[in-house]
């Protein structure tokens, strides 16, 4: 059971402060959830349901949603469909916060655009290094230059990736590892390589969520016609190689 609590007051000047919105019918968690974010330094929103989620994000964007998967409306499954079928928020951050532990559930938030997932009870600490390091990952593409393999470019400055000329539209998480190939092509990276460079060292992310990544980076990078750019190399990992694809 939670513990009475006496929340912090939020300060007058936000400006410069992450926001986070929190998608969640569940009052205690709310409370609980707002309270941590706002002592670690966010700005938080809230909503209730998914329809109030997709008014909230449609009125400002935040800069990452933690999004309950059982939702009153429209649940958080959707409001993410919704949210990347969108050009404003294709790229928005989302975490899903789940009840459900069966692998195909977790694999089904992240096909269906999840960046992360947690599974309730979390343990509050946890969650935030997710919230820390999917934030890093989302603001690290800042005054970084041009990639380039074959008819593939990234432009880092302005955040736009083409194939052929183009436009390509990625998540945050395909973008980063998109970026963490293109700056070793031809080299072939294990899942635990892949998961130390993109998500990092600091934070806990199973094997599999490797694989949804991939698998979401082939759609969004190959055309019916195009080659195939990323190598999967058998028992071993995967490269931006397209010699052998």
């Not at 929340?7 to 998608?23: F, N, W």
């Not at 969004?220 to 195009?226: F, I, L, M, Q, Y």
């Amino acid at each position: 059971m939670l513990q009475p609590m006496q929340l912090s007051a939020r300060p007058a000047e936000q400006a410069g402060r992450p926001t986070v919105l929190v998608v969640e019918d569940e009052a205690a968690l709310l409370t609980l959830l707002r309270y941590n974010l706002e002592k670690q330094g966010f700005r938080v929103e809230e909503a209730a349901d998914g329809q109030e989620a997709l008014l909230r994000v449609a009125e400002a964007r935040p800069d990452l949603v933690l999004l309950d998967w059982m939702l009153p409306s429209l649940s958080g499954i959707e409001v993410c469909r919704q949210l990347r079928r969108r050009p404003a928020t294709r790229d928005l951050p989302i975490i899903m916060v789940t009840a459900r532990t069966e692998d195909q559930d977790a694999v089904r938030a992240l096909d269906l655009g999840a960046d992360d997932y947690i599974t309730k009870p979390f343990i509050m600490e946890a969650l935030m290094a997710r919230i820390r390091a999917l934030l890093r990952r989302a603001a690290s593409v800042t005054s970084k230059g041009r990639l380039e393999y074959r008819d593939l470019v990234m432009d880092q400055d302005a955040h736009r990736v083409t194939r052929n000329g183009r436009a390509l539209h990625l998540g945050p998480t395909e973008y980063r590892l998109l970026e963490f190939f293109l700056q070793h092509p031809g080299r072939v990276f294990s899942r635990e390589q892949l998961l130390d460079g993109v998500w990092g060292r600091d934070i806990h992310v199973e094997s599999r969520t490797v694989d949804v990544h991939i698998r979401r980076l082939r759609k969004a990078v190959n055309g019916d016609t195009e080659q195939d750019l990323i190598r999967t190399v058998r028992s071993a990992g995967y490269a931006l190689d397209a010699e052998d694809s």
